[in-house]
């Protein structure tokens, strides 16, 4: 069974793209854990974990997904094709742990 996991901060570059702006995703609690984009969409891909941002106080799934370009990327299944709810999120915590 995936492991679930809110995603409550990003990290991003300053690139134009908004498919390649975010570079890291950050969350946890008890044990803050950051993750590259290629990390969190390969634990998506071989179903280890299943992450979701709070929205409105309910859980948004987030799904990884290949641009037009082939880019992969991150976002809500609120979302229709840029990742505007995971470009709202906080950047992360500048001492955030590495999983």
């Not at 974990?49 to 106080?57: A, H, K, L, S």
């Not at 290949?66 to 229709?80: I, P, V």
């Not at 840029?82 to 999120?89: G, N, V």
């Amino acid at each position: 069974m995936a492991q679930r996991a809110e995603i409550t901060s990003i990290a991003r570059n300053g690139r134009h793209s908004t498919y390649e702006r975010i570079t890291h995703v950050c969350g946890g609690v008890d044990k803050p854990w950051k993750l590259t984009i290629k990390e969190a969409i390969k634990l998506i891909d071989t179903g280890k974990w299943q992450f979701f941002v709070m929205r409105d106080g309910a859980p948004v799934k987030v799904e990884a997904l290949n641009s037009r370009t082939g880019c992969r990327y991150l976002k809500t299944a609120n979302d229709r094709y840029e990742p505007h709810d995971m470009l709202a999120l906080p950047d992360c915590p500048a001492d955030e742990a590495v999983a």
